[in-house]
């Protein structure tokens, strides 16, 4: 892996991170958004990352400085990849702005350039036919806050290139990730294609009236040595994202997600209680019961 310049599309939660991730590590980031107005917000979000990475991994004031310093930005896309070994697209999750974005690439980008999708639920099948390039494309897909949720999931889709699949997990891996290489296409990749269905079954103990949240969880940390259950890791997440999930099959014709979307929906989001995010969800917080010595009692 010869990778010196990473250009990175899209420059909002993710894409920020992705980049200051990249620059950090020593390589020369191209960042690529619509206008003026978007590349702003990702100075001032670039610039909002240097306490975290000061306060996290305890980089100094010069080595955030000289990470800023390797970013350039643009709102010309041919400009954006003229140099780009790989670019990293970390833009909205809505299908037609991918596809326009990926027939745009395709017109301009270098034929060396590698292109990489960070989509959390598209697959790279969904586009690969835009790119003109499908053995020089696949998935790489970060989790928010990657200085710390350092994990890389790199997947394939069936025309992508092995040598290519290999690069990108070096590359993963020089950006300070934990590469995760997963040889087949998978919607939510490895961790939410176990998280989800978890998650699940707990929110259907509890509709039906199996029991409790704190019981439940209480089941899963003792019996797992887990540090939280299912409850807490749906505060985290947020109510409003296992609603979605939950009414997006009801709409399908789930009837049980039907029952959990309609909960979650009575219970909580009419309530205002949205999670860890406004310390109200399924525990109340900053002490939620959970954390108590005593709760595993
Ligand atoms: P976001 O809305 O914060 O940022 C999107 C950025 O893309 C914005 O800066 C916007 O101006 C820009 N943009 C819009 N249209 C564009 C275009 N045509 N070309 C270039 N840039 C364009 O979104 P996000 O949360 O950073 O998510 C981006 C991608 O990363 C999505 O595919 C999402 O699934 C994935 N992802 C998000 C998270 C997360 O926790 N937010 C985690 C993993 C993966």
């Given amino acids: 892996m010869d990778y010196k310049h990473i250009t990175v599309a899209g420059s ?4 920020s991170q992705i980049a200051f ?12 958004d619509i206008n003026d107005e978007a590349l702003d917000r990702a100075k001032e979000r ?11 991994l305890e980089a100094t004031q010069e080595e955030v400085d000289a990470a800023y310093g390797r970013i350039s930005f643009y709102s010309n896309l041919a400009k954006a990849v003229e140099n780009a070994d790989l670019i990293i697209e970390a833009i909205p999750e809505i299908v037609e702005i991918k596809t326009n974005f990926y027939k745009e690439l395709a017109k301009v980008a270098p034929e060396k350039t590698i292109f990489a999708t960070n989509s959390s639920t598209m697959l790279p099948s969904q586009f690969v036919e835009y790119t003109g390039r499908p053995e020089k494309f696949l998935a790489l897909h970060f989790a928010n806050e ?11 889709h069936p025309g992508t290139n092995t040598e290519v699949f290999e690069e990108v997990i070096e590359f993963a891996k020089a950006i300070g990730m934990v590469a995760l290489p997963i ?10 294609s176990l998280l989800v269905p978890f998650l699940d079954a707990a929110q259907n103990l509890l509709v039906n009236g199996i029991a409790d949240p704190e019981t439940i969880d209480k089941t899963w940390m003792i019996a797992t040595g887990a540090p939280n259950g299912p409850f807490a890791i749906l505060d ?3 109510i409003n994202t296992p609603y979605n999930l939950s009414l997006a099959k009801a709409e399908a014709g789930d ?12 219970e909580f989001l009419d309530k205002g209680r949205l999670g860890i995010q406004n310390g109200k969800g399924f525990y109340e917080y900053p002490n939620p019961s959970y954390m108590n010595p005593d709760f595993l009692k």
């Fill in 12 to 15: 909002g939660v993710l894409g």
């Fill in 21 to 32: 991730q990249t620059a950090f590590n020593g390589f020369n980031v191209s960042v690529y």
């Fill in 46 to 56: 670039l610039n909002d990352l240097k306490p975290r990475y000061q306060a996290d």
């Fill in 146 to 156: 990657i200085w710390k949720n350092n994990t890389a999931e790199i997947m394939k």
């Fill in 183 to 192: 040889h087949k296409e998978q919607p939510g990749y490895i961790l939410n």
């Fill in 236 to 238: 985290i997440v947020g």
């Fill in 255 to 266: 009837k049980k997600a039907a029952k959990v979307a309609e909960y979650l929906k009575t």
